[in-house]
């Protein structure tokens, strides 16, 4: 816990923008003058105090334009961690009670319900990052993901019942914690798989059949032919369980179509989050069905290649990725989300937004320019564009 910056947000409904900034500088020169007197940066322990107040100054600058019950609360939210406790569900409520109660602390224009969403949310992010490997500070890095999602909910108001938000984040919880059980996540999987799922929920709750459903075949995909793909090197590690990494890339485009939808309650939201998922689905399908193929080819120059080789293609991958895309396409029909004249653009976007996946890991994934989490997450995020351009244009 950082009492200096609990003060600071706690301060800051007093303060105008200049006078916190000279607040924080007034702590933030005698860390640097320890730091360069005493050599200390190289310690853990002095690089996160000096790195958090140096990022906490730029992040009370950006006040100037961002509301400061956003600034703040997640300054707040951040000076929380180090919480002695290594019961993660422990930390959670922690987080959640007291951030809670923050943001009736300082001005806001939110309603009750949204408050404790917003807290919610960001306090399952920060014990997500706690439990998570990440190099970086982590007081840093709460306070980014944090802020970007009080700001989200800053531009994007919307309603929810206590009701409501109990039930979805119950089911959420409950079907992170049965893939957590069956291995088919981990407790990092779990923890976002109850974000993404709570948060689709709340938007509408016929989107969230097809996220399970994605979940559910893509999850049968991964344990498809295991020992065969383990022997030969190309298997998801750890038995196939899912990370934050891979649930937040394949996902986080469709929630902010879904968010879109919520707020707009414009239809075509509903096809975007469906291709977005389509996407995802069809390229989980492939690439762990296709990885069984004997012959594979490079999807830029159809040249052989290995089954499992970034970028390549096969003709087991291409019916799995066709087949995968067609589920979601025809469930969002089955559920109502959209009618049956939306079902070939969503099929048809899907489709071609796995092969986008296929052509930025044999480019930009091979050259190193993009991690597999990031083309997973612009392969997703064009099937939901493509499907806008269709629908807008040819149907």
Known sequence: MNIALIIISLLSKYLNTWEEIGLLLSLLIPYSVKIREFKLFNTNDDEMKFGTLAFSLLFIISSIYLP????????????????????PLIRLAYYSALSTVFLFYIPNPWSYEMRILASLTSSLTAVLIEEAEVEANKGIVVMISSGVIFLTFDIYPIFVSFKMLFIAFLIAFSIGYIALRFN??????????????????????????????????????????????????????????????????????????????????????????????????????????????????????????????????????????????????????????????????????????VHIDSFLGATLEKRGILNNAGVNFFSTLSGGVLAYLFLTTYF
């Open 68 to 87: 400061k019950y956003v600034i703040f609360s997640s300054l707040f939210l951040s000076s929380l961690l180090s919480f002695k406790s290594d019961r």
């Open 184 to 353: 088919v996540a981990d407790f990092t999987g779990l923890l976002s798989a109850t974000i993404i799922g709570m948060l689709t929920i709340l938007f509408n709750p016929k989107f969230f059949i097809l996220l399970i459903s994605f979940f559910i075949f893509g999850s049968v995909a991964t344990k498809f032919k295991y020992d065969l793909k383990k022997s030969i090197g190309i298997a998801e590690p750890a038995g196939g369980a899912r990370g934050y990494v891979n649930v937040f890339a394949n996902t986080i485009p469709a929630v902010f179509f879904a968010l879109n939808y919520k707020y707009f309650q414009d239809q075509i939201f509903s096809a975007l989050f469906a291709s977005s998922i389509a996407v995802a689905l069809g390229d989980t399908l492939a690439s762990e069905i296709g990885q069984t193929s004997f012959k594979a080819y490079m999807i830029t120059n159809l040249s052989k290649v290995k089954p499992g080789t970034d970028g390549a293609i096969s003709f087991r991958g291409e019916l799995a990725a066709l087949i995968g895309c067609s589920i979601i396409a025809i469930l969002g029909y089955v559920v109502r989300i959209y009618g049956v004249d939306v079902i070939l653009p969503v099929l048809i976007a899907g489709f071609i937004g």
